[in-house]
């Protein structure tokens, strides 16, 4: 877990350096991003960052072998895939139903809610309640987690099912 919360930001901050200093030297000229432009990226980063990697902790923790991990880890995989399906189809219509139910599901906000702010197409109230839900997620997301963990933890060689980790933490 250390590993991938610092790995996270890694992946967040040091690429931005970079490519500020290839506009520097190539002297391309870029739009201006404004500050809560980027305030609401790195929410959204961080947001996402969270939900994302509770949900691979707790299904890590129902692999007990490293072939069975790329099986427990694609349901979430789907489910961020999903999310930039659903950005890519914000692009499209901001205010339509899609945009707006992507904004709301917790799974899907860290990659909607960015495209329809940048497109000024969300009320306050929308991003407000998304924010909310979002956290509200993550923390219902770790209690789950936690569980799940303590139900797999001493299983090991075969593949823990998710009712069997989450029946093991009861006893």
Known sequence: MLGIRALGPAQFGIP????????????????????????????????????????????????????????VAMPMSMLAVAGLIIAFATLDDPDGTLAVVGTMFPLTAPFVVPVRVVMEAIPAWQFALSVVLSIVAVVVLIRVAGRIYSGALLRFGTRTKFREAWKNAEQ
């Not at 870029?30 to 961080?46: E, H």
């Open 16 to 71: 931005i350096p970079i490519a500020l200093g290839g506009i520097a030297y190539t002297g391309i000229d870029i739009p201006s991003l404004d500050p809560l432009t980027i305030g609401n990226l790195v929410l959204w980063f961080i947001l996402g960052f969270l939900i994302f990697a509770v949900l691979f902790g707790a299904a890590g923790s129902l692999a007990s072998r490293t072939e069975d991990a790329q099986g």
